[in-house]
């Protein structure tokens, strides 16, 4: 089993920034890839960033310019740095990490961390 603690949210004005931290740890052989998902009040969760084991990163096109994912594997900890942040970055972010056996993709998530950016 794969814990996921993040860390990193809170309240900003827009224009501001905040960087988001996702620890895991437990059984985190295997994981293929790992990311960021947010959801707004009303609005389906939907994916802000990944980043798989070789490194490869893509972003939602709503932050392309704005965010960056990162990661650090010695401490098995992934960042989403956030930048020129609009009221639409508001919601609740999710830390993901996916495994992948070559048969069956299992998904873990963390417990979530709320963003609010005031206008």
């Known amino acids: 089993q794969v814990q996921l603690v993040e860390s990193g949210g809170g309240l900003v004005q827009a224009g501001g920034s905040l960087r988001l931290s996702c620890a895991a740890s437990?059984?985190?052989?295997?994981?293929?890839?790992m990311g960021w998902y947010r959801q707004a009040p009303g609005k389906q969760r939907e994916l802000v960033a990944r980043?798989?084991?070789?490194?490869?990163?893509n972003h939602a096109d709503s932050v392309k310019g704005r965010f960056t994912i990162s990661r650090d594997d010695a401490k098995n900890t992934v960042f989403l740095q956030m930048t020129s942040l609009k009221p639409d970055d508001t919601g609740v972010y999710y830390c993901?990490?996916?495994?992948?056996?070559?048969?069956?993709?299992?998904?873990?998530w963390g417990q979530g961390t709320q963003v609010t950016v005031s206008s």
């Open positions: 980043i798989n084991s070789g490194g490869r990163t």
């Open positions: 437990g059984g985190i052989g295997g994981i293929n890839a």
């Open positions: 993901n990490a996916e495994r992948y056996n070559g048969v069956h993709y299992t998904n873990y």
